[in-house]
T-cell receptor
Framework: DADVTQTPRNRITKTGKRIMLECSQTKGHDRMYWYRQDPGLGLRLIYY???????NKGEISDGYSVSRQAQAKFSLSLESAIPNQTALYFC??????????????FGPGTRLTVL | GQQVMQIPQYQHVQEGEDFTTYCNSS?????IQWYKQRPGGHPVFLIQLVKSGEVKKQKRLTFQFGEAKKNSSLHITATQTTDVGTYFC????????????FGKGTMLLVSP
């Protein structure tokens, strides 16, 4: 969805390096999420934030940290990247107002390779 | 922990054949959503089911939510090459602030 952008789109880095993936949205949504996708494993939730002052761990938060700089921005950091963090990372947003239909809008993804 | 199992993992059909993917939860769901991810793309929302026994249709796609709200299915009638992609179900365990738990997805390949 063009309203959710991720930078960079592709990144190759080395083991031990610190990496930040950024997500911005113009949808005005309160909720933001970071997912990781690996072949055959589907989408797994890393962290999520329901508003600027709210940060929650997801299913696989170890080795990751996040920052919600503003309603529209949610960054994911890998403090010391390792090869098994090689994956496709998606940011997503959803709208708190319509709880009955909490549709997730995904960004285009960041393909991260850790050598 | 909460689990959403999805089968099959992969299916290859000839254009015109039908396709079904199934989703099962270890716990009762508040609602379930379905997403489609085209090759090289990102997941895109298709539909949400909320009520026990609910059936919804979108053209050739039929979505069902089980009576016990623990399983769901997506059926595509007469597949087309444009149906190629990975289909994910995503269950919500409780209403309100709980997050979605995604199944591992079913990759559909359609040969002309």
């Amino acid at each position: 969805d063009a309203d959710v952008t991720q930078t960079p789109r592709n990144r190759i880095t080395k083991t031990g390096k610190r990496i930040m993936l950024e997500c911005s949205q113009t949808k005005g949504h309160d909720r933001m999420y970071w997912y990781r996708q690996d072949p055959g494993l589907g989408l797994r939730l890393i962290y999520y934030s329901f508003d600027v002052k709210d940060i929650n761990k997801g299913e696989i938060s170890d080795g990751y940290s996040v920052s919600r700089q503003a309603q529209a921005k949610f960054s994911l950091s890998l403090e010391s990247a390792i090869p098994n963090q090689t994956a496709l990372y998606f940011c997503a947003t959803s709208d708190r107002i319509s709880l009955a239909l909490d549709t997730q809008y995904f960004g285009p993804g960041t393909r991260l390779t850790v050598l | 922990g909460q689990q959403v199992m999805q089968i099959p993992q992969y299916q290859h059909v000839q254009e015109g054949e039908d396709f079904t993917t199934y989703c099962n939860s270890s716990t009762t769901l508040s609602n379930i959503q379905w997403y489609k991810q085209r090759p090289g793309g990102h997941p895109v929302f298709l539909i949400q089911l909320v009520k026990s026994g609910e059936v919804k249709k979108q053209k050739r796609l039929t979505f069902q939510f089980g009576e016990a709200k623990k399983n769901s299915s997506l059926h595509i009638t007469a597949t087309q090459t444009t149906d190629v992609g990975t289909y994910f179900c995503a269950g919500r365990m409780n209403s309100g602030y709980s997050t979605l738990t995604f199944g591992k997805g079913t990759m559909l390949l359609v040969s002309p």
